[in-house]
């Protein structure tokens, strides 16, 4: 089993940034891909950004893509969401997720999840 444990949500103004971590623990040499997915209330949960653990291959979602940055540190089993540029419709709970198998953007295909980092934008 792998766990995940996201930090570094909070409040910040339209324009500003947050930087997101993802710590992963237990058995950390499954792990194939990892990505961030994000859910608004009331809303479903949806993909923001993924990278393959041993290349570091990305992709992203259009509404962040030039505005989020995926990176992570496979010595220290750590994955990083440099969020930039920041608007109201960022607002959501962001999870952190692990799959050993395939590069997917799809969330029903990872088997590790988070509990989620509540990230909320002001106007």
């Known amino acids: 089993q792998v766990q995940l444990a996201e930090s570094g949500g909070g409040l910040v103004q339209a324009g500003g940034s947050l930087r997101l971590s993802c710590a992963a623990s237990?058995?950390?040499?499954?792990?194939?891909?990892m990505g961030w997915f994000r859910q608004a209330l009331g809303k479903e949960r949806k993909f923001v950004a993924a990278?393959?653990?041993?290349?570091?291959?990305?992709s992203y979602a259009d509404s962040v893509q030039d505005r989020f940055t995926i990176s992570r540190d496979k010595s220290k089993h750590m994955l990083f969401l440099q969020m930039t540029s920041l608007k109201p419709e960022d607002t959501a709970v962001y999870y952190c997720?692990?799959?050993?198998?395939?590069?997917?953007?799809?969330?029903?295909?990872?088997?590790?999840w988070g509990q989620g980092t509540q990230v909320t934008v002001s106007a």
């Open positions: 990278t393959t653990y041993d290349r570091g291959s990305t």
């Open positions: 237990g058995r950390t040499s499954r792990i194939y891909n």
């Open positions: 997720a692990a799959d050993g198998y395939r590069f997917s953007t799809l969330s029903t295909d990872y088997d590790w």
